[in-house]
């Protein structure tokens, strides 16, 4: 089964001055209230305005990037260069522009990455756990995705002729990334395998195998359109691309039979069948060998499921490159385009340190972000290139306490004027950092794998830190609520920006609003 928007339109329709006209987007797109209240929002901005056209949009989102997050990686940053670090920023945290974001799903106050990041791809809100379809759907029925489709921010670059690219630390399939591809009424849905037999029987397509065909899909929605596929796609999720079959087990395949498809199909195979002069690579030897100046296009796959953690990295079998390194090779490969780019960039495993309760992990990733950012900064021109930095939601990490000036950020609490720990009314240390819920106390040493808490039940309460070092990899903070995950919050989340068209970040704003301000830097439809 095709998946088919309520208006079908051609190319004489569809192309004209500063991009694709508003038709081409579905209707239901186009009569939401999320979108019509942004773009006139976007109009209530434009006599303020400076200098709007950019050739580049960059959108880098870290995944549970709350404020706390931001406050505590910027102190890990400059402690781990010397500083006390309160007084430093991270590479974002000096752009001109800057907003709170609401993250709240259609049904939900607290929200997931499916619903956020469909958000900012398109221009409207929707609900928890569904991807790139708007709040009509219903969750996990395969029949309700027809005419409940919207267009992406991708697509519609690809549409204009720009080059596309997608990179993240998690797997490529996974909600954040896959929310500027694909269409889906379960965002679980990342392969057949993990499809109920009614709906793969009915026709609908898994994440992966959208993400290889969303060329042909494209070209079939909009007649006459002639589009060329994401250009980078660089992440983990190699499992859900490959036949359940050891035969097609990779290098560093950790499972006894890797994939996970139960159809048959090798989708790294169709891609580099449909793309022979592109480069399909799964290690850091082949990251490395890439020739970015002449490529045009890549798929690297460099893990069976997400990425390694950057603290972890070091550990991985057949190596991975890091999320910077990514980044930049991504705007080498992108930039060969005279028409420009869209690159989206998630820092994923973020948040899944916060859900294992590591903030060691959390803020490590975090300050790999900021790394990443210098990268696209320094690889761009910033006259001609719109970056935004976000999060799709927050987590329950909190920083509490009276801890003094440059006192370590994964340390135990020293208040002003002390040298020893403070003391809680239980006569025991604590810490800086904390979570209200998730698995709870861990002392693991050495362990940079966030995820190794989960070999543990979840433990609520208090334990004497006194000989325990809480600056260590795998520490994990004690927790107020035992969970077998820590979960999202629900709080605002911030929105930096340089560029043509920042001047449109700033106030309190709907999660939506991301889409308006790209579309406002690079016009692909018109407002």
């Known amino acids: ?48 305005a400076g200098s709007t056209v950019a050739k580049n949009i960059i959108l880098f989102v870290g995944d549970g990037m709350g404020v706390s997050t931001l406050t505590a990686a910027r102190i890990h940053d400059g402690q781990l260069r010397g500083q006390s670090g309160e007084e430093g920023l991270l590479s974002f945290e000096s752009f001109p522009y800057t907003a709170l974001v609401k993250t709240y799903n259609v049904d939900a106050q607290t929200p997931d990455s499916a619903g956020t990041m469909t958000a900012m791809m398109s221009g409207l809100k ?93 070209e079939a929605l909009y007649p006459g359109v002639d589009v060329d596929g994401i250009d980078v ?82 550990n991985d079998i057949a190596g991975e490159p890091s999320l910077s390194e990514m980044t930049r090779a991504a705007i080498e490969v992108l930039d060969n385009n005279e028409q420009g780019f869209f690159l989206m960039v998630e820092s994923g495993r973020i948040d899944h340190a916060h859900h294992a309760g590591s903030a060691h992990g959390a803020l490590t990733d975090t300050v790999e972000l900021s790394r990443a950012v210098a990268a696209a900064r320094a690889a761009t021109n910033p006259e001609e290139t719109l970056i935004l930095v976000t999060a799709d939601h927050s987590h329950v990490m909190t920083l509490g306490g009276y801890p003094k000036r440059g006192n370590p950020i994964l340390g135990k609490v020293v208040n002003v004027g002390e040298t020893d720990a403070a003391l809680a009314a239980d006569g025991m240390p604590y810490t ?57 919050a629900g709080e605002d989340v911030a929105l930096h920006a340089s560029g043509p068209a920042a001047q ?21 439809i018109a407002q």
């Open 233 to 314: 796609v660089m992440g983990g999720g190699r499992r859900h691309f490959l036949p359940k079959d050891a035969a097609y087990n990779t290098a560093d395949a950790v499972s006894g039979v890797e994939g996970d498809r139960t159809d048959g199909r090798d989708l790294t195979a169709e891609w580099q069948a449909q793309y022979p002069q592109g480069a399909y690579v799964i290690d850091a030897a082949g990251f490395n060998a890439l020739d970015t100046a002449s490529l045009d296009k890549v798929l690297g796959l460099f893990n069976e499921s997400h990425m390694q953690y950057e603290a972890d990295r070091n």
């Open 504 to 524: 449109y970040v700033g106030g309190t704003v709907e999660q939506s609003m991301v889409f308006h301000i790209m579309n406002k830097a690079r016009r692909l």
């Open 126 to 218: 929707t609900d928890v756990g569904v991807i790139g379809v708007d709040e009509d759907v219903e969750y996990g029925d395969c029949a309700t995705v027809a005419g409940n489709e919207v267009a992406t921010y991708l697509e519609l670059a690809e549409i204009n002729g720009m080059s596309t690219g997608i990179v993240s630390t998690a797997r490529i399939t996974h909600a954040t990334p896959a929310a500027t591809y694909a269409k889906a009424p379960n965002r679980n849905w990342e392969d057949d395998s993990d499809m109920p037999q009614d709906a793969v029987a009915a026709g609908c397509e898994d994440i992966a195998s959208q993400l290889v065909n969303l060329e042909s899909n494209l």
């Open 432 to 488: 800086t950092l904390a979570y209200s819920n998730g698995p709870g106390f861990r002392d693991l040493g050495g362990e940079t794998d966030a995820d190794a808490a989960y070999a543990q039940p979840a433990f609520s309460g208090r334990v004497d830190l006194s000989a325990v070092d809480t600056e260590a990899p795998g520490f994990h903070q004690e927790t107020l609520v035992p969970l077998g995950s820590e979960t999202h």
């Open 1 to 48: 089964m095709k998946l088919t928007f309520p208006r079908i339109i051609t190319l004489g329709a569809t192309l004209c001055a500063g991009g694709v006209a508003a038709d081409i987007l579905p209707e239901s797109q186009l009569a939401s209230s999320w979108f019509s209240d942004a773009q006139a929002a976007i109009a209530a901005k434009n006599a303020a």
